[in-house]
């Protein structure tokens, strides 16, 4: 193998070394978008495991495949997909044992078998932050184009992108991580304010301030954040910018800015707090919700998830509707967080391998799965159009929520931008958590300040 990628992925097993331990303090869930893009996953609601889990599934007459992941409830979704895949193919029939890890142990250890050339599983979920890490030099990854050419016409091109290069699409996604904004509408209803009318952020100021009235400032419109750039990746979608430029460095757009002096004049205004634990996917953020001193908070379709599992207290309150924007016109959504799933140069098959996990992962089929299980807002658009899944009202996520989540999705279908993430943005996206929100929240840092302190610091780290 090159050295070039010896050190590549050297580097990478380094990196996620350090990072995974980043998350928010007190979290009951672990989020890459709590400290930085790239700490950990937040897709099945779970904290990354403890201890190794196995389990294989699946007849001892097909072809065996090993796959790595770091939720376990990951697992159990495969271990469906497996028993409906040999249903229908009695021909290819496949076993797979599911291996557990915890989440910087099962990068660290993919890493270094992609290096050595040996140990690799045949399948493998990488989590997005670190997927940028697994497709420097010489990537070690199968394309998954052939597997995914008859699904791909009815999946999310922005998903499919960020796990792509050079024309090759390497990992099958979960989910579109639209993000919406969650209100509480029974709380807010109680003081005439209507959520359907906040279509801009001004309007969601006034809303502020008519709560901040009725309420004595006891309750705030929202939280902002000291531990997350949930915010921040919004505020960039919605004027079509981003922070990496066409040289893969890291940029501070104008957005951001414009977001963190927005959110500042909240806070001095005591129209918002700042989140307990540092945002809202973490034990002290969902106490905060449940104590109602928050009325709503922008996050991704995947927080569903969350309600469910630890505030199902909330039933019947809460909606979601498009985030409020800037200028009318502008996009209202962006995907945050996500797995990419690879097949690796290793396995023994490669092409049943993609096979079926373009099948597990794409098909209208195991996207219904996934809605069903895990409650994301799945990549195939046909789930989103299918009266038998948008109409379930057996489904325990649409009878949560005073709406309907397929609405919402289908109203921002168009309008779901993406943010760029490389190990530069990693940088960035970690002093930002660790030093700049808690200078202007925390300590009253003026935004221009803080924002010129982290361009200095990122021009010295980046040469």
Partial sequence: MKKKVLSVLLAAAMSVSMLAGCGSSGGTSKDDSNTTETTSEEDAGEDAEEEVAVTTVGPDSGTHFEMWTFVELHSTFYAEMVNKWNEENPDRQVQITFTTYPFAD???????????????????????????????????????????????????????EIYSQDDNIYGAPFHVGATVMFYNDELLSQYGIDYKTIKTWDDYTAAAETLKEATNGEVKMTSVDTGGTDWLWLGMAEYNEDWLDEDGMAVVPDSIEKMLTMQKDWVDNDLAMISPDGQVDTEGGFQNILDGNIASFPKAMWYMSRFLDYMPEEEGKWAMAPCPVFEEGQ????????????????????????????????????????????GFDVCNTDVWSDPANTQDTSNKYISFFRTNPFDVLNEIKEEINAISVNSNTVTLGDYINTTTLNEIFEDGMEVDEAIQELNDYMEVEQG
């Fill in 331 to 374: 996009p209202r959504s962006v995907g945050i967080g996500g797995t990419g799933t690879v097949v690796t140069n290793q396995s023994k098959d490669a092409e049943l391998a993609a096979d079926w996990l373009c099948y597990a992962k794409c098909s209208e089929e195991g996207c219904v799965e996934i809605w069903n299980q895990l």
């Fill in 106 to 160: 099962m990068h660290n250890k993919l890493t270094m078998a992609l290096q050595t050339g040996e140990g690799a599983p045949d399948l493998c979920d990488i989590e997005r932050g670190q997927f940028p890490n697994f497709l420097k030099g010489e990537v070690q990854l199968y394309s998954l184009n052939d597997a995914m050419a008859e699904y791909k016409d009815k999946l999310v091109e922005s998903r499919l």
